[in-house]
């Protein structure tokens, strides 16, 4: 691996090439400098919505967006900082149900979802403002610690006691795994493969692969998330 230094001058563009077996792309990143004081903020998830718009979710729950059009407007260069039109701060006060270390995903509707670690809400945002989502009171569970959406339209949900539910259609379904051999610890990250099967991974113990197109489940040892 290459280590590239990208503390340059205000103005620089940087053409980058990312190499991944069979798909390489290229990344262009221009620097800028930031006038005035700016808070520091630990990220702990990060989301690229369809229209190209920036998800951050920072470690204490809270949501900071980024829209690069705006902050490459020369316009609004004499209409006060770039940065300060760009970037919005939602939190608590914009209706938010926050807890920490949050989970983004972005179904096909454009919709943007928002889960979190132990306690907090599900949310959701339609363009315009944040619902939280009682979904325990649904006979689910509101913690999510991996979020993601299928090209199906469907958003999947995961969380600590084998918690797993999904999205779909305009209605929420509640997976029983109880009765499943499946790991006991929280749901950590998901992935869909090119089969589209869901893969689960659980802190610690095994991998589960979810064909969900013909309710299958297959559990593999030896793959354990520290």
């Known amino acids: 691996s290459e280590v590239i230094d990208i503390n340059k001058p205000a103005g620089t563009v940087l053409d980058l090439t990312v190499e991944r077996k069979g798909s390489p792309f290229e990344i262009v990143v221009t620097t800028e400098k930031i006038e005035g004081p700016w808070p520091h903020f630990r990220i702990h998830d990060v989301l690229e919505d369809q229209q190209g718009k920036m998800w951050f979710g920072l470690h204490q729950g809270e949501i ?3 829209d690069p059009t705006i902050a490459q407007n020369p316009n609004n260069r004499s209409e006060g ?3 300060e039109k760009a970037w919005r701060l ?3 006060d914009k209706g938010l149900d926050s807890g920490v270390m949050p989970r ?6 454009g919709d943007i979802w928002v889960g979190y670690f132990g306690s907090g809400k599900i949310n959701r945002f339609d363009g315009q403002r944040w619902t939280p989502l009682q979904l325990r009171s649904m006979g689910g569970s509101d913690d999510g610690t991996a979020l993601i959406a299928t090209q199906d339209g469907a958003l999947w949900i995961g969380g600590g006691g084998r918690a797993l539910k999904s999205y779909r259609n305009g209605k929420w379904y509640f997976y029983d795994t109880s009765s499943l051999s499946l790991p006991t610890t929280r749901i950590f990250d998901m992935l869909i493969s090119t089969d589209k099967a869901l893969w ?3 802190r610690g113990q095994e991998a589960v692969r979810f064909d969900y197109s013909e309710d ?3 559990t593999f040892e030896g793959l354990h998330f520290h």
């Open 64 to 66: 900071l967006y980024y």
């Open 81 to 83: 900082t770039q940065f």
């Open 104 to 109: 983004l995903a972005q179904t096909t509707d």
């Open 200 to 202: 689960l991974v659980y």
């Open 216 to 218: 299958r489940w297959s």
């Open 90 to 92: 939602d939190t608590q």
